[in-house]
């Protein structure tokens, strides 16, 4: 018998994960070790390295495979770690998948937060993976991203048949299944869409992908578009422009400040102004008064009996009382309280958490407000995060100085989309604004000064309080001090 000659099955070439610099990058090592790297008419001391680690550095403009210093066995491998990282730091890295070390680029990972560095959790043939809820692609200019909130990095996909083997996850499959795709984008891409949490493990023989199996009960409560609009209208998340950046000033003239008026017959109020009573009422008098102050006199910091009115008068809980929700036949007991300030349902999410760096009789650091106790509580964090993030306010109002004292609006998420659906993001951020006016009121009526500020950083905020940024995040801050 004709022997019978068995045709064996290839095995797919492991693909390449490389780090290379940003276009318009370039690195310049210097006689005495010190390596810059200039861009956009900029230039950033990045430290001094071995000539070994310089010399290893030039082929970061093509490429460096990590897998080529990762074992940080030679003193020049350990040296190239820290130069990625500090690279990194001003977002001037990224990196690259590809079929093979010389081969094309599959995808392109953005790093979207300074800390991201790629990582590879172990996967078996019989994981079941599924893509996340909170994952999307979207058209950024030519190309084609995939993201999601909860992740470190942009994947730019480069290679159109990766978009078609990951949409095949949108129903949890096991790894051994993809294999069998003729379009199987790898294990390697598997992991480090894992590490970004565009995907996730199923865990159980029950799971099938709901919305329960992925994540704590607090990732559970939100919607896609509320996560999503959290993350990236704040700092810490992602490495979009944000701010007072004048995008569309060249292109495009600014509204007027007042608007145009309407064609239809005015009638004046002017005139009614003669039917109340000449002195203004004491709400009026506050609201004129109101203003925000950027430059506080630092020889004469608010004293703690003052923060103690002010924190009263504007968040101190008044009462409690309770009530039953009912549902599917059964009810559920709801506690609520009331503050000076309204909110919506009654939810109370907001949290008053204090960073201070003058104010007499309250030593430095970081403490939350016991809204119901009327008590402030210290948290253990190290000074020099409570410094940077009273920088991040002050370069946020223009100044230089660190404000005396910095309050940070944070929410606790689930207290509001627990009850409301699709809204629930909005609500809260309505709910900032009318404390924020509170806070606003009850400054000019202590004659302090106040400064609400848009932006926050949600990671450090998750750093300094250990909580998960879907969980309790902060939404608005404000700077607290006596004007001069």
Same mark, same amino acid.
């Given at each position: 018998?004709?022997?019978?000659?068995?045709?064996?099955?290839?095995?797919?070439?492991?693909?390449?994960?490389?780090?290379?610099? *940003?276009?318009?990058?370039?690195?310049?090592?210097?006689?005495?070790?010190?390596?810059?790297?200039?861009?956009?008419?900029?230039?950033?001391?990045?430290?001094?390295?071995?000539?070994?680690?310089?010399?290893?550095?030039?082929?970061?403009?093509?490429?460096?495979?990590?897998?080529?210093?990762?074992?940080?066995?030679?003193?020049?491998?350990?040296?190239?770690?820290?130069?990625?990282?500090?690279?990194?730091?001003?977002?001037?890295?990224?990196?690259?998948?590809?079929?093979?070390?010389?081969?094309?680029?599959?995808?392109?990972?953005?790093?979207?937060?300074?800390?991201?560095?790629?990582?590879?959790?172990?996967?078996?043939?019989?994981?079941?993976?599924?893509?996340?809820?909170?994952?999307?692609?979207?058209?950024?200019?030519?190309?084609?991203?995939?993201?999601?909130?909860?992740?470190?990095?942009?994947?730019?996909?480069?290679?159109?048949?990766?978009a078609t083997a990951l949409a095949a996850l949108s129903t949890s499959q096991k790894i051994r299944q993809l294999r069998r795709r003729r379009a199987f984008?790898?294990?390697?891409l598997l992991a480090l869409l894992i590490d970004c949490r565009i995907l996730f493990k199923l865990e159980g023989a029950n799971s099938i992908g709901a919305?329960?199996?992925?994540?704590?009960?607090?990732?559970?409560?939100?919607?896609?578009?509320?996560?999503?609009?959290?993350?990236?209208?704040?700092?810490?998340?992602?490495?979009?422009?944000?701010?007072?950046?004048?995008?569309?000033?060249?292109?495009?003239?600014?509204?007027?400040?007042?608007?145009?008026?309407?064609?239809?017959?005015?009638?004046?109020?002017?005139?009614?102004?003669?039917?109340?009573?000449?002195?203004?009422?004491?709400?009026?008098?506050?609201?004129?008064?109101?203003?925000?102050?950027?430059?506080?006199?630092?020889?004469?910091?608010?004293?703690?009996?003052?923060?103690?009115?002010?924190?009263?008068?504007?968040?101190?809980?008044?009462?409690?009382?309770?009530?039953?929700?009912?549902?599917?036949?059964?009810?559920?007991? *709801?506690t609520y309280t009331r503050r000076p300030y309204p909110s919506a349902g009654g939810a109370y999410e907001l949290e008053l958490y204090l960073a201070v760096?003058?104010?007499?009789?309250?030593?430095?650091?970081?403490?939350?407000?016991?809204?119901?106790?009327?008590?402030? *509580?210290?948290?253990?964090?190290?000074?020099?995060?409570?410094?940077?993030?009273?920088?991040?306010?002050?370069?946020?109002?223009? *100044?230089?100085?660190?404000?005396?004292?910095?309050?940070?609006?944070?929410?606790?998420?689930?207290?509001?989309?627990?009850?409301?659906?699709?809204?629930?993001?909005?609500?809260?951020?309505?709910?900032?604004?009318?404390?924020?006016?509170?806070?606003?009121?009850?400054?000019?009526?202590?004659?302090?000064?106040?400064?609400?500020?848009?932006?926050?950083?949600?990671?450090?905020?998750?750093?300094?309080?250990?909580?998960?940024?879907?969980?309790?995040?902060?939404?608005?801050?404000?700077?607290?001090?006596?004007?001069?």
């Open positions: 018998m004709p022997s019978r000659r068995i045709k064996k099955r290839r095995r797919p070439i492991p693909s390449t994960l490389v780090v290379q610099l *940003v276009e318009h990058v370039a690195l310049q090592a210097h006689a005495d070790g010190e390596i810059i790297a200039s861009f956009g008419g900029h230039a950033v001391s990045l430290g001094r390295f071995s000539a070994a680690a310089a010399a290893r550095a030039r082929n970061l403009h093509i490429g460096l495979p990590i897998a080529t210093f990762a074992s940080r066995r030679r003193r020049s491998d350990r040296e190239i770690i820290r130069l990625v990282q500090r690279l990194a730091q001003h977002g001037l890295v990224e990196y690259h998948l590809r079929a093979s070390p010389d081969g094309d680029d599959q995808v392109v990972i953005e790093p979207q937060t300074p800390d991201y560095w790629p990582r590879l959790p172990a996967l078996r043939s019989a994981d079941v993976l599924a893509l996340s809820r909170f994952a999307y692609t979207r058209r950024r200019g030519n190309d084609m991203v995939l993201e999601t909130p909860l992740g470190g990095a942009i994947f730019r996909i480069v290679d159109p048949t990766i984008p790898g294990t390697v919305r329960s199996d992925e994540g704590d009960n607090n990732l559970v409560l939100w919607d896609f578009h509320d996560l999503v609009f959290h993350a990236r209208s704040t700092i810490g998340r992602h490495a979009n422009p944000l701010g007072a950046s004048f995008p569309y000033a060249s292109t495009v003239p600014p509204l007027p400040a007042v608007r145009p008026r309407w064609s239809g017959r005015k009638i004046d109020l002017r005139k009614f102004a003669t039917a109340w009573p000449q002195a203004p009422m004491p709400l009026a008098k506050l609201l004129r008064r109101r203003r925000s102050t950027r430059h506080f006199d630092g020889t004469r910091p608010v004293v703690l009996a003052e923060l103690a009115r002010f924190l009263g008068g504007a968040a101190r809980v008044i009462a409690r009382s309770t009530g039953r929700i009912g549902f599917a036949g059964s009810e559920r007991l *709801v760096d003058k104010c007499e009789g309250l030593p430095r650091g970081f403490y939350h407000y016991d809204a119901d106790a009327h008590a402030l *509580v210290r948290i253990g964090v190290a000074i020099n995060e409570v410094e940077a993030q009273l920088r991040e306010a002050g370069y946020a109002m223009g *100044v230089s100085a660190l404000p005396p004292i910095l309050i940070t609006l944070a929410a606790r998420f689930g207290r509001m989309s627990w009850k409301y659906s699709s809204a629930a993001y909005a609500l809260v951020l309505k709910d900032t604004g009318v404390l924020t006016q509170t806070l606003y009121l009850m400054a000019a009526e202590l004659g302090l000064g106040g400064c609400a500020i848009g932006q926050t950083n949600i990671d450090r905020f998750a750093r300094m309080t250990g909580l998960e940024f879907y969980a309790e995040g902060p939404v608005g801050q404000f700077a607290l001090g006596r004007g001069k």
